[in-house]
């Protein structure tokens, strides 16, 4: 089935099966491997991306699905002047330990702060709710969340 | 596998006709699928971005009553003004649902089309009386939701047949609702048990009329039957009485979440609480949706440890 992806502002056509997922077809298809897959099991959050600005669990979502909407994948979150303000507070931080959590972390602040620019704890605690880190004990990236909100 | 987005309505009742499955968010139907519980159709009609299907009206027509597209998702019902104000049982429950993603993703449809004991919106639906309104190429029909769920996964609306809305009677004054899950973790998490209770005062505070629901301790969403003993009592009291019957009328399943026993106890708790949450919002009280969160039901809540400092003591 072919389908025009728009991810980060560019679109790709690609002819792919229907069943296939769209972390997939980011990681193998266009070669955005920024995009983890931890559980492929729509647990872990690793997969998160934005879909027209919410988050998804690209893991388990059927990429013909997205055909003609906005994909946003954690390669779109810096830009040519580089990494975002998210990005550096997450590093500032100390957020980041293997870093196989970070994309998916990233999205979901994203998307956190473009709703509610000034999140408290609580508000942080459900916006990352759906993503599961293995190293930093969560203390670091949500310092790092609650510092860069503020300034977005 | 054929996949289709549907255009209109009408397409996608056509497509149904011969044969293709409605797929919404699809956070049930693709990871069921990813998971092995059922492959997934070789027919699939995307409804997602049906508009005529993504409404809510508030109660703006001429009975009140407040209707509500079946791909609506979670996140919107919880955060919806209008549903919040009268039917805040619908809310705590969708707020409940997963994480922000599936609450972003899933809908409503999705969630009482796919039928599972452990939805979070159908006891609060089933509270307040809903109605799911169907359609297919033969015509339309209105159903209690009373009458949709026949057992985990089963409804009684045929296979062309697609869930267009939900429809709720606007509560009467000193009316409210509430909805309450056990749960071991606070998000990524189904209820162990839950109940959503709807509830009307008379003057003098006492019980006027009280509907309840109980969820994932039966093959459905069961109603608790023998309300009309509460009518009269004083919120307290009522609740326990609540309790008691919900206990008694649960036939629940031990499963590793869970053993019959402490799930047929732990279900008169939530009945209870419920009851609690819908008498206080009926009197005018406000408490945050959901219940789980603002009430402390469950693990951790706001205001127990953390408020608005990170591990290190660091005020944000
Ligand atoms: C990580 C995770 C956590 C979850 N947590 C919860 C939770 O806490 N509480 C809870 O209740 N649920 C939970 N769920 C289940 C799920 O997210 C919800 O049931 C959701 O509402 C399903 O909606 P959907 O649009 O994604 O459905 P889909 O997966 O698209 O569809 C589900 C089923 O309903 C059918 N269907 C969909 N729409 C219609 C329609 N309009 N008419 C007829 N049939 C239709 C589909 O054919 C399919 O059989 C969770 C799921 C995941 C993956
Ligand atoms: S890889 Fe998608 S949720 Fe884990
Ligand atoms: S930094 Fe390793 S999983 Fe989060």
């Known amino acids: 089935m072919k389908i025009n992806l728009n991810v980060n502002g560019v679109t790709f056509p690609v002819d792919i099966e229907p069943d296939r997922s769209l972390s997939g077809v980011l990681r193998n298809e266009i070669g955005l491997t920024g995009t983890k897959e931890g559980c492929d099991d729509c647990e872990c959050g690793a997969c998160m991306v934005l879909l027209d600005g919410h988050p998804v669990n690209s893991c388990s979502y059927l990429a013909v699905q997205t055909d003609g909407r906005q994909v946003t994948t954690v390669e779109g979150l810096a830009d040519a002047d580089g990494l975002a303000p998210l990005q550096q507070a997450m590093l500032d931080a100390g957020g980041v330990q293997c870093g196989f959590c970070t994309p998916g972390m990233l999205m979901s602040a994203t998307a956190l702060l473009s709703e509610n620019p000034e999140p408290t704890v609580e508000e942080i605690r459900i916006g990352l709710s759906g993503n599961l880190c293995r190293c930093t004990g969560y203390a670091k990236i949500i310092e790092a969340v609650g510092s860069d909100a503020p300034s977005t | ?316």
């Open chain 2, 1 to 316: 596998m054929q996949f289709v987005i549907a255009e209109t309505l009408e397409h996608a009742l056509e497509l149904m006709a011969s044969g293709s499955r409605p797929i919404a968010g699809g956070t049930d139907l693709v990871v069921g699928a990813r998971q092995g519980k059922e492959p997934l159709p070789d027919a699939l009609v995307a409804i997602d971005r049906l508009g005529v299907l993504a409404s809510i009206d508030g109660g703006t027509g001429e009975d009140g009553e407040i209707v509500i597209g079946a791909c609506v998702s979670h996140a919107t019902i919880a955060g919806h003004g209008d549903i919040i104000d009268l039917v805040p049982g619908l809310a705590d429950g969708s707020s409940l649902v997963g994480s922000p993603a599936t609450r972003h993703v899933g809908t409503i449809g999705g969630n009482i089309m796919n039928a599972s004991p452990a939805m979070d919106t159908g006891a609060p639906l089933l509270a307040a009386g809903a109605a799911v309104e169907v359609a297919s190429t033969r015509g339309s029909r209105l159903l209690a939701v009373a009458d949709l769920w026949l057992g985990p996964g089963q409804t009684s609306v045929d296979s062309d047949e697609l869930c267009v809305a939900v429809h709720i009677p606007r509560p009467g004054p000193r009316t409210s609702s509430a909805y309450v899950r056990l749960e071991y973790r606070r998000t990524m998490e189904i209820a162990v048990v839950g109940a959503g209770a709807q509830v009307s005062l008379s003057d003098d505070g006492s019980v006027a009329s009280a509907s309840v629901a109980l969820t994932a301790v039966a093959p459905v969403i069961i109603a608790v039957q023998g309300l009309s003993e509460v009518v009269g009592l004083q919120p307290g009291e009522a609740a326990r009485t609540v309790a008691r019957l919900a206990s008694e009328q649960s036939r629940p399943i031990s499963d590793l979440r869970a053993s019959d026993r402490y799930r047929r106890h732990t279900v008169g708790v939530m009945a209870s609480r419920a009851v609690l949450a819908a008498c206080r919002r009926a009197a005018g009280e406000e408490i945050a949706v959901p219940v789980n969160r603002s009430e402390g039901i469950g693990a951790g809540y706001p205001g127990d440890a953390v408020a608005n400092t990170t591990a290190d003591g660091v005020e944000l």
